[in-house]
C-alpha cells in the first residue's frame, strides 16, 4: 500500500526509500520551518509541526498495515557508505523490521497527540514556535535512533535524543530549577553514554569494525567474539557497557536521579519523552541488541531492573508532587521491562513497553490537563475535582486501571507476561529468587501509590477552594488525545479479547498483533508453565495495594500520619528518596573537589615553584651569553652587511623600474623575439 | 523544415518556380516578412496603441482618416517618409547614421526564428532561442551609440541608461529562458512547441514554470523599455532620450523596431510558455498540412497578440518606475525569483522523471499521454 | 590550392589578430584601449581552440576551452573596467603613463 | 574555392580590418566600436567551424555585455562633452616591428608544422547536448572553478565599483 502510493507520485525514485526519508524527513522540516520562521507564522506556527508529524504519523500507520499483512518475516534495510576509508568503511543505512515498526507506530501516535494536546497546554507561553520546534526536534530523532541500522548511526541519535530532552527539560529557563534539571539530566546520561560508547569500542574493535547489528549478531553466533578482561569475558563486558547506556536513559538504578528532576519541563514532555517514549530507549535498545547479552550480562540486567522496579515504586509512595509521583512509576515500571528482557521475555518486555507508552502518556497527559485547572502540582491542594473534569477523570482512571495490572486493561496482559516469565525463570534457577519477589511487590505498590494518587486528587472535599472554583474541563484539543490513549490502554486493542487473557479472541492470530509480530530471538524460549500462579499472586499484590489506598486514602479509617510515625525511620528514608541525592553529593562530588584542592596545591607547589621557576636562572645566564655573540657576530657582522650590499645594489638597480607597464611588455616581446631570432640563426 | 525549404519542396514540380535556387526563396521570404509583416504589423499595432489609450483614457483616439481612424498608420508612416532628414550639425555623424542601422539588424534579425507555424519560420537553428537572446543583445549597443551620437545630453543619458537596462534584465529573461529549456530539453524554436502539446503546455508544467512565465514578462517588459520600465525615454525627465534628435525616416526604425520587440518578446512568450501554435484541448494534427499551418499561424498570432494586448494596457495603466528603484526590481527581485524557478525546475524534472502536473494528473485519471 | 581553406588559414588569421592585439596592449596610452588589445588577443585564442578542436582533436573539448575563454574574457573585462573607473575617480586620468604608483 | 572559402575570406576581412582600426584608430570611441565588427567576424569564423553555439554565445558576450561595458568606460572615462577621445600620437614604430616580426615566426611555425589533421566529415551541428554533457562529466571541475571566478568577479566589481 505505501510502496505503490509513493511508486505512483515519486516514480523516480525508490519507493521505500523515499518512505522513510519522508517519515524521518517531516519532523526535521517541521523543525527547521519552526525554528527559523516559526514565529512570523500564523498561530506561531503550530500547525507546521502538528502537520508534519501528522503525515509521519500516517506513514507509520500505512507502513504497519503493510506489515500486518505481510507478516513477521517483514524486513526491508539500506544503506549507503558515509565514510571511505582503505581499512573500513563507515556506512550510514535504514533498517525497518517489525520491531523497528512497533516503535515507529508508538513514537508518531504518542507524538502526534502531545503536539496536539500541546496545543491547548501551551498557548499561553512566549516562546510557542520554539517549543513546537525542538519538540519536532525531539520526534525526529526518535524515529532516526529507531531507523537506524548500526550502532554508530543510532549513537548519534541517541545523543540527539538527549539534547532534545534537555532542551525540553531546562524549557522554562527562567527557573533555576528547571535549568538545573536540564543539566542534571544531561550529564547524568551522559555518564550512561559514555559506558555505551566504550561498549561500542569494544564491538568495534573486537570484530575489526563491525557496526551493524546483523553482522555483529551473526559474528557473535559464529562464537568468534573471544577475548577476556580480568577474567570477564568481553562479550559480557560489552553487553554491560551497552546496558549501562540504556540504564541512563532509561532511569535505571542508580543513574535513576535525573528523571523526578525532569518533571520541571512542560508536562506534555514529560508524557512524550519522559514517559512513552525517549526513557524507553534504553529498552528499544536492549531489545534490539538482545542476542548479543550474554546469559551474565542479562541476569546484570534482570536484577537491575527490579531492584529498580521496587525501589523507585517505593520512592513514589510518599510523594505529594503529582508528576514526581508518575516519574518514579514511569522508573519502577521500566524496571519491570528491564526484568522481562533480563529473565529473557522477549515479547513480554517490549509489549510491556507498547502498552505502558499509551497508558502513562495518558496519565501524564491528564496530570497536566488537572495541573492546568488548578495551576498546582502537589495533590495536597487538589481533590474533589472528580465532577468538574469528568473526562479527565475517566481517562485517567483507566490508565490508573491499566497500570495496575487490573484485567480488562492492557498494563494487566503485558505485566502478567512478564511477571510469569519471571516466575518460571526463577523455578529454573532458584538462586534468583529475588527478582520476581521484586516484581510481584513493586505491583502491589503500584497499585497502592497510583489509588493514593486517584484518591487524592479526584475525591474527597476541595483543600484549596480557590483553585478548586477555578478548575474546568480542558480543551477539546486537551481531551482528544486523552480518549484516543485511554481507548489504547484497554485489553481489547492489543489482544483482541476484553479480558485480555487466554487464546480467545475476536480477529483470529492477528488481533494480539504486538505477539503476532514479533518473533522471539531462538535463545529466549521459556516454559510458561507459571503464568497461573503470577496471575493469582499479581492480582491478589494489586487487590492488596488498592485496599491499603482505600482505606487509608478514601475511608481514611486507617491514618496516614499514624502509620508515618509508627515508621518514622522508613518514612524519613523513602521521603529523603534513600538519601540517593545526598549520597553523590557528598561521594561524587565532595570527594571530587577535595581531589581538585589536592591537585591544585601540588601544581603550585611543586610543578609552578620547584620545576618551572628553578628553571629560570639557567635560562637567564645561557641567553645573556648567547645575546652577546648574536649582537656581535651575527647582527653587526652578517646582518647588517647583507642590508648594506642589498641596499647599494638596490639603488642601481631600481632605475629599471619605471612604473610603465608597456615597457616591461615591450620589453618582453623584444626578448622573445630576440629568442626566436636567435634559435633560427643557431 | 524552414520556410524557404518548405516553398522549394512546395514549387519543386511547378515549371518556373521549381528552377529557383534556394537562396532566392530565403531572399524572396527575408523581403516579404520585412514588407508584408513587419512594416504593417508595427503599423497596425502604433495604431492599437493608440486605440487601446484612448479608450482607457476614456477618449475616442485616431478618428479621422478612414473609417475608425484605420487608415492613420498609413499617414502617419507616409508623414515620416516625406519629412526631412535632420543631422544636427554638432553630431558625431558616421555613428548617428549607424545607430538606427544596429538597431534595426539587432531587431530584425530576431525574426528568423520565430515559428509562426509548423514548417513557416526563416531558418530552422537549432540554438534558435539562444540565437534570439544574442542578437537582441546587439540592440543595446545600437542604443549607447545613438545616444552618444547625437551629442546632447538627454540623448546620451537615455542610451546609456537603456543599455544599463537591457544588460541586467537580459539576466533574469535568460534565466527564465533556460528554465522553459531545461522543460523542453532543446533549444529549436520548432522542437520547443512540438514537445508540448495541446493538453500540456508548458505554463502548467510545474508552479514554478508558472513564476517563470512571469518573470519573463516583467523583465521581458523592462528590456524592450516599455512602460513602466521606459526610464530612458522618460519624456518629463529626458525629453525622448535616445532619440531626441532623429526625426524622419530615422526615428521611424526606432519606433518600428520598439513594436517589432515587443511582438518578439510576445511571440517568445508564446512559443516558450503557451504552447505556440497549439489550441488549447483540441488536437488538429490529424488534418491536412494546407489546412493546418493557416490555423496553427491564426492561433500563434492570436496568442502573441494577446499578450501585446496586455503589454499595451499596463502601459497605459502603470505609471513610470525610477531608476534605483528599476535596479532594484531587477537583482533584487527578478534574478533571485529567476533563480529560484530554475532551481525548482530542476528538482521537479529530477523528481517526477520530466513529468508535468498535467501528465500527472491525465496518468492518475488513466488517459493515458 | 592556396586558397582552399584549412587549418593553416585559421592560424594565421589567428596569429594576426594576436599580433594586432599585443601591438594594442603595448600602443594604446589610454587603458581602456589596452582592454580591447587584450580582447583582440583573446579572441584569436579563441579561434585557435576551435579550429584545433575541428582539425586535429576531432572532438569538443576546443569549444569547452572556448567557452572558458568567454567566462575569463568576462569576469576579466568587468573588473578591469571597475578598477579603471576606480582610478579615474582618484586620479581624473585613465592614461596609463601616469598610472605607475607602485614604482617606489 | 568552395563557397565555405569564400565566406572565410570574407569574415577573415570583417575580423581583421576592424581590428586594425582599434589598434591604429586615434579616437578611443572609434576603436572600441571597431571592435563590434571585429567581434561578428569571429562569430562568423565559428559558424564555418561548425562551431554554431560557441557562435551564438560570442555575440551574445562580447557584443552584448564586453562591448557595451567598454563603451560605458569610455563614455564614463572621459569628459564626455565635446572633448575629443585623440588618443596622442605615439611612437607605435616599435611595438609595430617586434609585433611583425614575432608575426613572421609564427606563420613560418604554422607553415611550417606538419600539423596531424584528422578532420572527420561528421555532420557539426547538434552541439549543444554535447557540450553540455561533457561541462557536466569531463570538465565538471573546470566548470565549477569557471563559476565560481565568475562570483568572485561580480562581488569583486560590485565592491570596486561602489562608491563610498
Given at each position: 500500500?505505501?510502496?505503490?502510493?509513493?511508486?505512483?507520485?515519486?516514480?523516480s525514485?525508490?519507493?521505500?526509500?523515499?518512505?522513510?526519508?519522508?517519515?524521518?524527513?517531516?519532523?526535521?522540516?517541521?523543525?527547521?520551518?519552526?525554528?527559523?520562521?516559526?514565529?512570523?507564522?500564523?498561530?506561531?506556527?503550530?500547525?507546521?509541526?502538528?502537520?508534519?508529524?501528522?503525515?509521519?504519523?500516517?506513514?507509520?500507520?500505512?507502513?504497519?498495515?503493510?506489515?500486518?499483512?505481510?507478516?513477521?518475516?517483514?524486513?526491508?534495510?539500506?544503506?549507503?557508505?558515509?565514510?571511505?576509508?582503505?581499512?573500513?568503511?563507515?556506512?550510514?543505512?535504514?533498517?525497518?523490521?517489525?520491531?523497528?515498526?512497533?516503535?515507529?507506530?508508538?513514537?508518531?501516535?504518542?507524538?502526534?497527540?502531545?503536539?496536539?494536546?500541546?496545543?491547548?497546554?501551551?498557548?499561553?507561553?512566549?516562546?510557542?514556535?520554539?517549543?513546537?520546534?525542538?519538540?519536532?526536534?525531539?520526534?525526529?530523532?526518535?524515529?532516526?535512533?529507531?531507523?537506524?541500522?548500526?550502532?554508530?548511526?543510532?549513537?548519534?541519535?541517541?545523543?540527539?535524543?538527549?539534547?532534545?530532552?534537555?532542551?525540553?527539560?531546562?524549557?522554562?529557563?527562567?527557573?533555576?530549577?528547571?535549568?538545573?534539571?536540564?543539566?542534571?539530566?544531561?550529564?547524568?546520561?551522559?555518564?550512561?553514554?559514555?559506558?555505551?560508547?566504550?561498549?561500542?569500542?569494544?564491538?568495534?574493535?573486537?570484530?575489526?569494525?563491525?557496526?551493524?547489528?546483523?553482522?555483529?549478531?551473526?559474528?557473535?553466533?559464529?562464537?568468534?567474539?573471544?577475548?577476556?578482561?580480568?577474567?570477564?569475558?568481553?562479550?559480557?563486558?560489552?553487553?554491560?557497557?551497552?546496558?549501562?547506556?540504556?540504564?541512563?536513559?532509561?532511569?535505571?538504578?542508580?543513574?535513576?536521579?535525573?528523571?523526578?528532576?525532569?518533571?520541571?519541563?512542560?508536562?506534555?514532555?514529560?508524557?512524550?519523552?519522559?514517559?512513552?517514549?525517549?526513557?524507553?530507549?534504553?529498552?528499544?535498545?536492549?531489545?534490539?541488541?538482545?542476542?548479543?547479552?550474554?546469559?551474565?550480562?542479562?541476569?546484570?540486567?534482570?536484577?537491575?531492573?527490579?531492584?529498580?522496579?521496587?525501589?523507585?515504586?517505593?520512592?513514589?509512595?510518599?510523594?505529594?508532587?503529582?508528576?514526581?509521583?508518575?516519574?518514579?512509576?514511569?522508573?519502577?515500571?521500566?524496571?519491570?521491562?528491564?526484568?522481562?528482557?533480563?529473565?529473557?521475555?522477549?515479547?513480554?518486555?517490549?509489549?510491556?513497553?507498547?502498552?505502558?507508552?499509551?497508558?502513562?502518556?495518558?496519565?501524564?497527559?491528564?496530570?497536566?490537563?488537572?495541573?492546568?485547572?488548578?495551576?498546582?502540582?502537589?495533590?495536597?491542594?487538589?481533590?474533589?475535582?472528580?465532577?468538574?473534569?469528568?473526562?479527565?477523570?475517566?481517562?485517567?482512571?483507566?490508565?490508573?486501571?491499566?497500570?495496575?495490572?487490573?484485567?480488562?486493561?492492557?498494563?494487566?496482559?503485558?505485566?502478567?507476561?512478564?511477571?510469569?516469565?519471571?516466575?518460571?525463570?526463577?523455578?529454573?534457577?532458584?538462586?534468583?529468587?529475588?527478582?520476581?519477589?521484586?516484581?510481584?511487590?513493586?505491583?502491589?505498590?503500584?497499585?497502592?501509590?497510583?489509588?493514593?494518587?486517584?484518591?487524592?486528587?479526584?475525591?474527597?472535599?476541595?483543600?484549596?477552594?480557590?483553585?478548586?472554583?477555578?478548575?474546568?474541563?480542558?480543551?477539546?484539543?486537551?481531551?482528544?488525545?486523552?480518549?484516543?490513549?485511554?481507548?489504547?490502554?484497554?485489553?481489547?486493542?492489543?489482544?483482541?479479547?476484553?479480558?485480555?487473557?487466554?487464546?480467545?479472541?475476536?480477529?483470529?492470530?492477528?488481533?494480539?498483533?504486538?505477539?503476532?509480530?514479533?518473533?522471539?530471538?531462538?535463545?529466549?524460549?521459556?516454559?510458561?508453565?507459571?503464568?497461573?500462579?503470577?496471575?493469582?499472586?499479581?492480582?491478589?499484590?494489586?487487590?492488596?495495594?488498592?485496599?491499603?489506598?482505600?482505606?487509608?486514602?478514601?475511608?481514611?479509617?486507617?491514618?496516614?500520619?499514624?502509620?508515618?510515625?509508627?515508621?518514622?525511620?522508613?518514612?524519613?528514608?523513602?521521603?529523603?528518596?534513600?538519601?540517593?541525592?545526598?549520597?553523590?553529593?557528598?561521594?561524587?562530588?565532595?570527594?571530587?573537589?577535595?581531589?581538585?584542592?589536592?591537585?591544585?596545591?601540588?601544581?603550585?607547589?611543586?610543578?609552578?615553584?620547584?620545576?618551572?621557576?628553578?628553571?629560570?636562572?639557567?635560562?637567564?645566564?645561557?641567553?645573556?651569553?648567547?645575546?652577546?655573540?648574536?649582537?656581535?657576530?651575527?647582527?653587526?657582522?652578517?646582518?647588517?652587511?647583507?642590508?648594506?650590499?642589498?641596499?647599494?645594489?638596490?639603488?642601481?638597480?631600481?632605475?629599471?623600474?619605471?612604473?610603465?607597464?608597456?615597457?616591461?611588455?615591450?620589453?618582453?616581446?623584444?626578448?622573445?623575439?630576440?629568442?626566436?631570432?636567435?634559435?633560427?640563426?643557431? | 523544415m524552414s520556410l524557404p525549404e518548405f516553398l522549394k519542396d512546395l514549387f519543386e514540380s511547378?515549371?518556373?518556380?521549381g528552377s529557383i535556387p534556394l537562396w532566392l526563396y530565403s531572399l524572396a521570404c527575408i523581403?516579404?516578412l520585412?514588407?508584408?509583416?513587419?512594416?504593417?504589423?508595427?503599423?497596425?499595432?502604433?495604431?492599437?496603441?493608440?486605440?487601446?489609450?484612448?479608450?482607457?483614457?476614456?477618449?475616442?483616439?485616431?478618428?479621422?482618416?478612414?473609417?475608425?481612424?484605420?487608415?492613420?498608420?498609413?499617414?502617419?508612416?507616409?508623414?515620416?517618409?516625406?519629412?526631412?532628414?535632420?543631422?544636427?550639425?554638432?553630431?558625431?555623424?558616421?555613428?548617428?547614421?549607424?545607430?538606427?542601422?544596429?538597431?534595426?539588424l539587432g531587431?530584425a534579425a530576431a525574426y528568423a526564428v520565430i515559428p509562426f507555424a509548423e514548417n513557416v519560420i526563416l531558418a530552422n537553428l537549432n540554438i534558435g532561442i539562444f540565437y534570439l537572446i544574442a542578437v537582441t543583445s546587439m540592440?543595446?549597443?545600437?542604443?549607447?551609440?545613438?545616444?552618444?551620437?547625437?551629442?546632447?545630453?538627454?540623448?546620451?543619458?537615455?542610451?546609456?541608461?537603456?543599455?544599463?537596462?537591457?544588460?541586467?534584465?537580459?539576466?533574469?529573461?535568460a534565466l527564465?529562458i533556460l528554465t522553459a529549456v531545461l522543460v523542453t530539453g532543446t533549444l529549436d524554436m520548432t522542437q520547443i512547441i512540438k514537445n508540448q502539446s495541446?493538453?500540456?503546455?508548458n505554463?502548467?508544467?510545474?508552479?514554478?514554470?508558472?513564476?517563470?512565465?512571469?518573470?519573463?514578462?516583467?523583465?521581458?517588459?523592462?528590456?524592450?523599455?516599455?512602460?513602466?520600465?521606459?526610464?530612458?525615454?522618460?519624456?518629463?525627465?529626458?525629453?525622448?532620450?535616445?532619440?531626441?534628435?532623429?526625426?524622419?525616416?530615422?526615428?521611424?526604425?526606432?519606433?518600428?523596431?520598439?513594436?517589432?520587440?515587443?511582438?518578439?518578446?510576445?511571440?517568445v512568450?508564446?512559443t516558450l510558455?503557451?504552447?505556440g501554435w497549439?489550441?488549447?484541448?483540441?488536437?488538429?494534427s490529424?488534418?491536412?498540412l494546407?489546412?493546418?499551418i493557416?490555423?496553427?499561424?491564426?492561433?500563434?498570432?492570436?496568442?502573441?497578440?494577446?499578450?501585446?494586448?496586455?503589454?499595451?494596457?499596463?502601459?497605459?495603466?502603470?505609471?513610470?518606475?525610477?531608476?534605483?528603484?528599476?535596479?532594484?526590481?531587477?537583482?533584487?527581485?527578478?534574478?533571485?525569483?529567476?533563480?529560484?524557478?530554475l532551481?525548482?525546475t530542476a528538482?521537479?524534472m529530477a523528481?517526477?522523471k520530466g513529468?508535468?502536473?498535467?501528465?500527472?494528473?491525465?496518468?492518475?485519471?488513466?488517459?493515458?499521454? | 590550392m592556396m586558397f582552399a581553406v584549412d587549418l593553416r588559414h585559421y592560424l594565421v588569421l589567428s596569429a594576426i589578430l594576436f599580433v594586432?592585439g599585443?601591438?594594442?596592449?603595448?600602443?594604446?596610452?589610454?587603458?581602456?584601449?589596452?582592454?580591447?588589445?587584450?580582447e583582440l588577443v583573446m579572441n584569436s585564442a579563441g579561434i585557435n581552440f576551435v579550429a584545433f578542436s575541428k582539425y586535429v582533436a576531432a572532438d569538443l573539448s576546443g569549444q569547452i576551452f572556448a567557452l572558458f575563454i568567454f567566462v575569463i574574457a568576462a569576469?576579466?573585462?568587468?573588473?578591469?573596467?571597475?578598477?579603471?573607473?576606480?582610478?579615474?575617480?582618484?586620479?581624473?586620468?585613465?592614461?596609463?603613463?601616469?598610472?605607475?604608483?607602485?614604482?617606489? | 574555392m568552395t563557397a565555405q572559402d569564400v565566406f572565410f575570406y570574407i569574415f577573415a576581412l570583417i575580423t581583421l580590418v576592424p581590428a586594425?582600426?582599434?589598434?591604429?584608430?586615434?579616437?578611443?570611441?572609434?576603436?572600441?566600436?571597431?571592435?563590434f565588427g571585429s567581434f561578428f567576424g569571429v562569430a562568423g569564423i565559428y559558424v564555418l567551424l561548425g562551431a554554431d553555439f560557441i557562435a551564438a554565445t560570442q555575440v551574445l558576450i562580447y557584443v552584448g555585455g564586453i562591448?557595451?561595458?567598454?563603451?560605458?568606460?569610455?563614455?564614463?572615462?572621459?569628459?564626455?562633452?565635446?572633448?575629443?577621445?585623440?588618443?596622442?600620437?605615439?611612437?607605435?614604430?616599435?611595438?609595430?616591428?617586434?609585433?611583425?616580426?614575432?608575426?613572421?615566426?609564427l606563420v613560418k611555425f604554422i607553415l611550417t608544422t606538419p600539423w596531424n589533421m584528422t578532420l572527420t566529415d561528421e555532420a557539426p551541428l547538434p552541439t549543444v547536448s554535447r557540450l553540455g554533457d561533457l561541462l557536466l562529466t569531463d570538465y565538471l571541475l573546470p566548470f565549477e572553478l569557471a563559476s565560481?571566478l565568475l562570483?568572485?568577479?561580480?562581488?569583486?566589481?560590485?565592491?570596486?565599483?561602489?562608491?563610498?
Amino acid at each position: 500500500m505505501l510502496e505503490s502510493l509513493f511508486l505512483k507520485f515519486l516514480p523516480s525514485l525508490d519507493p521505500m526509500t523515499s518512505a522513510m526519508v519522508m517519515l524521518l524527513g517531516m519532523p526535521l522540516l517541521g523543525f527547521v520551518i519552526q525554528i527559523f520562521i516559526g514565529k512570523r507564522l500564523f498561530r506561531g506556527g503550530d500547525w507546521v509541526s502538528v502537520g508534519t508529524i501528522f503525515v509521519s504519523f500516517a506513514l507509520s500507520v500505512l507502513l504497519f498495515i503493510d506489515l500486518l499483512s505481510s507478516g513477521p518475516q517483514f524486513q526491508w534495510t539500506t544503506s549507503w557508505t558515509w565514510i571511505d576509508l582503505p581499512h573500513f568503511q563507515l556506512t550510514m543505512g535504514i533498517l525497518v523490521d517489525p520491531v523497528t515498526i512497533l516503535m515507529l507506530l508508538v513514537i508518531t501516535t504518542v507524538s502526534f497527540l502531545v503536539f496536539l494536546y500541546s496545543i491547548g497546554y501551551m498557548h499561553e507561553d512566549p516562546r510557542y514556535s520554539r517549543y513546537f520546534a525542538y519538540l519536532s526536534f525531539f520526534s525526529f530523532s526518535m524515529i532516526g535512533l529507531v531507523l537506524a541500522d548500526n550502532l554508530f548511526a543510532l549513537y548519534i541519535f541517541w545523543e540527539l535524543v538527549g539534547l532534545a530532552s534537555y532542551l525540553l527539560i531546562s524549557f522554562w529557563f527562567e527557573k533555576p530549577e528547571a535549568a538545573e534539571a536540564g543539566k542534571k539530566a544531561f550529564i547524568v546520561t551522559r555518564i550512561g553514554d559514555v559506558g555505551m560508547f566504550i561498549g561500542i569500542l569494544i564491538i568495534f574493535f573486537e570484530t575489526n569494525g563491525l557496526l551493524h547489528f546483523d553482522s555483529i549478531f551473526s559474528y557473535v553466533a559464529k562464537g568468534q567474539f573471544g577475548g577476556e578482561f580480568l577474567g570477564i569475558s568481553l562479550l559480557t563486558l560489552a553487553g554491560i557497557c551497552i546496558f549501562l547506556g540504556a540504564v541512563g536513559k532509561s532511569a535505571q538504578f542508580p543513574l535513576h536521579i535525573w528523571l523526578p528532576d525532569a518533571m520541571e519541563g512542560p508536562t506534555p514532555v514529560s508524557a512524550l519523552i519522559h514517559a512513552a517514549t525517549m526513557v524507553a530507549a534504553g529498552v528499544y535498545l536492549v531489545t534490539r541488541m538482545f542476542p548479543f547479552f550474554t546469559p551474565e550480562a542479562r541476569t546484570v540486567i534482570a536484577y537491575t531492573g527490579s531492584f529498580t522496579a521496587i525501589f523507585a515504586a517505593t520512592m513514589a509512595l510518599t510523594h505529594n508532587d503529582i508528576k514526581k509521583v508518575l516519574a518514579y512509576s514511569t522508573i519502577s515500571q521500566l524496571g519491570i521491562m528491564m526484568m522481562g528482557l533480563g529473565v529473557g521475555a522477549y515479547v513480554a518486555g517490549f509489549f510491556h513497553l507498547v502498552t505502558h507508552a499509551a497508558f502513562k502518556a495518558c496519565l501524564f497527559l491528564c496530570a497536566g490537563s488537572v495541573i492546568h485547572a488548578l495551576h498546582t502540582q502537589d495533590m495536597r491542594e487538589m481533590g474533589g475535582i472528580r465532577k468538574k473534569m469528568p473526562i479527565t477523570f475517566t481517562t485517567m482512571g483507566v490508565a490508573t486501571l491499566a497500570l495496575s495490572g487490573i484485567p480488562f486493561f492492557s498494563g494487566f496482559v503485558s505485566k502478567d507476561l512478564i511477571l510469569g516469565e519471571s516466575l518460571s525463570f526463577a523455578m529454573e534457577n532458584p538462586s534468583h529468587f529475588l527478582i520476581p519477589l521484586f516484581g510481584f511487590l513493586s505491583t502491589g505498590l503500584t497499585a497502592f501509590y497510583m489509588f493514593r494518587l486517584i484518591f487524592m486528587t479526584f475525591y474527597g472535599e476541595p483543600r484549596d477552594s480557590k483553585k478548586f472554583d477555578h478548575a474546568h474541563e480542558s480543551p477539546w484539543v486537551m481531551t482528544l488525545p486523552l480518549i484516543i490513549l485511554s481507548l489504547c490502554s484497554l485489553a481489547i486493542f492489543f489482544t483482541g479479547s476484553p479480558l485480555g487473557l487466554g487464546e480467545l479472541s475476536l480477529w483470529g492470530e492477528k488481533s494480539q498483533w504486538v505477539k503476532y509480530l514479533l518473533e522471539p530471538p531462538s535463545s529466549s524460549e521459556h516454559p510458561t508453565s507459571a503464568h497461573l500462579y503470577a496471575l493469582i499472586l499479581s492480582l491478589t499484590m494489586a487487590g492488596c495495594g488498592i485496599l491499603f489506598a482505600y482505606l487509608i486514602y478514601y475511608k481514611q479509617t486507617l491514618s496516614s500520619e499514624k502509620i508515618a510515625e509508627k515508621f518514622k525511620c522508613i518514612y524519613k528514608t523513602l521521603t529523603h528518596l534513600y538519601w540517593i541525592d545526598e549520597l553523590y553529593e557528598w561521594a561524587v562530588i565532595h570527594n571530587l573537589l577535595r581531589l581538585n584542592t589536592l591537585l591544585a596545591h601540588f601544581d603550585n607547589r611543586v610543578i609552578d615553584q620547584v620545576l618551572v621557576d628553578g628553571w629560570a636562572p639557567i635560562t637567564i645566564s645561557t641567553s645573556t651569553n648567547s645575546g652577546d655573540f648574536d649582537n656581535r657576530a651575527i647582527d653587526q657582522m652578517l646582518v647588517d652587511g647583507t642590508g648594506k650590499v642589498v641596499r647599494a645594489s638596490g639603488k642601481e638597480v631600481r632605475k629599471i623600474q619605471t612604473g610603465k607597464i608597456q615597457q616591461y611588455l615591450l620589453v618582453g616581446l623584444g626578448a622573445v623575439c630576440g629568442i626566436l631570432i636567435l634559435l633560427t640563426l643557431v | 523544415m524552414s520556410l524557404p525549404e518548405f516553398l522549394k519542396d512546395l514549387f519543386e514540380s511547378w515549371p518556373l518556380l521549381g528552377s529557383i535556387p534556394l537562396w532566392l526563396y530565403s531572399l524572396a521570404c527575408i523581403l516579404g516578412l520585412l514588407f508584408l509583416f513587419l512594416f504593417p504589423f508595427a503599423g497596425i499595432a502604433v495604431y492599437l496603441e493608440r486605440k487601446i489609450a484612448g479608450d482607457i483614457q476614456a477618449r475616442i483616439g485616431p478618428n479621422v482618416v478612414g473609417p475608425y481612424g484605420i487608415l492613420q498608420w498609413i499617414a502617419d508612416a507616409l508623414k515620416l517618409l516625406l519629412k526631412e532628414d535632420i543631422i544636427p550639425a554638432a553630431a558625431d555623424k558616421k555613428l548617428f547614421i549607424l545607430s538606427p542601422m544596429l538597431i534595426f539588424l539587432g531587431g530584425a534579425a530576431a525574426y528568423a526564428v520565430i515559428p509562426f507555424a509548423e514548417n513557416v519560420i526563416l531558418a530552422n537553428l537549432n540554438i534558435g532561442i539562444f540565437y534570439l537572446i544574442a542578437v537582441t543583445s546587439m540592440v543595446a549597443l545600437g542604443l549607447i551609440l545613438g545616444g552618444w551620437a547625437s551629442n546632447n545630453k538627454w540623448s546620451l543619458l537615455g542610451g546609456m541608461r537603456a543599455a544599463a537596462q537591457i544588460v541586467s534584465f537580459e539576466i533574469p529573461v535568460a534565466l527564465c529562458i533556460l528554465t522553459a529549456v531545461l522543460v523542453t530539453g532543446t533549444l529549436d524554436m520548432t522542437q520547443i512547441i512540438k514537445n508540448q502539446s495541446p493538453y500540456s503546455w508548458n505554463i502548467f508544467h510545474n508552479p514554478f514554470m508558472f513564476i517563470a512565465a512571469c518573470v519573463y514578462y516583467i523583465a521581458a517588459l523592462a528590456e524592450a523599455n516599455r512602460t513602466p520600465f521606459d526610464i530612458p525615454e522618460a519624456d518629463s525627465e529626458l525629453v525622448s532620450g535616445y532619440n531626441t534628435e532623429y526625426s524622419g525616416m530615422r526615428f521611424a526604425i526606432f519606433f518600428l523596431i520598439e513594436y517589432a520587440e515587443c511582438f518578439v518578446i510576445c511571440a517568445v512568450a508564446t512559443t516558450l510558455f503557451l504552447g505556440g501554435w497549439y489550441l488549447p484541448f483540441i488536437d488538429i494534427s490529424g488534418l491536412a498540412l494546407g489546412l493546418r499551418i493557416p490555423i496553427e499561424a491564426m492561433v500563434f498570432m492570436t496568442k502573441a497578440v494577446c499578450l501585446l494586448f496586455v503589454m499595451m494596457w499596463i502601459r497605459w495603466t502603470l505609471p513610470r518606475y525610477r531608476v534605483d528603484q528599476l535596479m532594484k526590481l531587477c537583482w533584487e527581485v527578478l534574478v533571485p525569483f529567476s533563480f529560484a524557478c530554475l532551481l525548482g525546475t530542476a528538482f521537479w524534472m529530477a523528481l517526477f522523471k520530466g513529468k508535468g502536473i498535467p501528465e500527472l494528473i491525465y496518468s492518475l485519471l488513466g488517459w493515458g499521454s | 590550392m592556396m586558397f582552399a581553406v584549412d587549418l593553416r588559414h585559421y592560424l594565421v588569421l589567428s596569429a594576426i589578430l594576436f599580433v594586432l592585439g599585443i601591438i594594442g596592449i603595448l600602443s594604446r596610452k589610454n587603458s581602456v584601449g589596452i582592454l580591447m588589445g587584450i580582447e583582440l588577443v583573446m579572441n584569436s585564442a579563441g579561434i585557435n581552440f576551435v579550429a584545433f578542436s575541428k582539425y586535429v582533436a576531432a572532438d569538443l573539448s576546443g569549444q569547452i576551452f572556448a567557452l572558458f575563454i568567454f567566462v575569463i574574457a568576462a569576469s576579466e573585462v568587468v573588473i578591469a573596467l571597475a578598477i579603471i573607473l576606480r582610478i579615474y575617480q582618484n586620479k581624473t586620468t585613465v592614461d596609463i603613463e601616469d598610472i605607475k604608483d607602485l614604482k617606489c | 574555392m568552395t563557397a565555405q572559402d569564400v565566406f572565410f575570406y570574407i569574415f577573415a576581412l570583417i575580423t581583421l580590418v576592424p581590428a586594425f582600426v582599434c589598434v591604429f584608430h586615434p579616437n578611443i570611441l572609434y576603436a572600441g566600436l571597431s571592435l563590434f565588427g571585429s567581434f561578428f567576424g569571429v562569430a562568423g569564423i565559428y559558424v564555418l567551424l561548425g562551431a554554431d553555439f560557441i557562435a551564438a554565445t560570442q555575440v551574445l558576450i562580447y557584443v552584448g555585455g564586453i562591448l557595451v561595458l567598454i563603451l560605458f568606460a569610455v563614455m564614463l572615462s572621459k569628459n564626455i562633452y565635446g572633448a575629443k577621445f585623440q588618443d596622442e600620437k605615439k611612437k607605435k614604430i616599435l611595438p609595430g616591428l617586434l609585433g611583425l616580426i614575432l608575426l613572421g615566426f609564427l606563420v613560418k611555425f604554422i607553415l611550417t608544422t606538419p600539423w596531424n589533421m584528422t578532420l572527420t566529415d561528421e555532420a557539426p551541428l547538434p552541439t549543444v547536448s554535447r557540450l553540455g554533457d561533457l561541462l557536466l562529466t569531463d570538465y565538471l571541475l573546470p566548470f565549477e572553478l569557471a563559476s565560481i571566478l565568475l562570483l568572485a568577479a561580480l562581488i569583486g566589481a560590485i565592491i570596486l565599483a561602489r562608491s563610498k
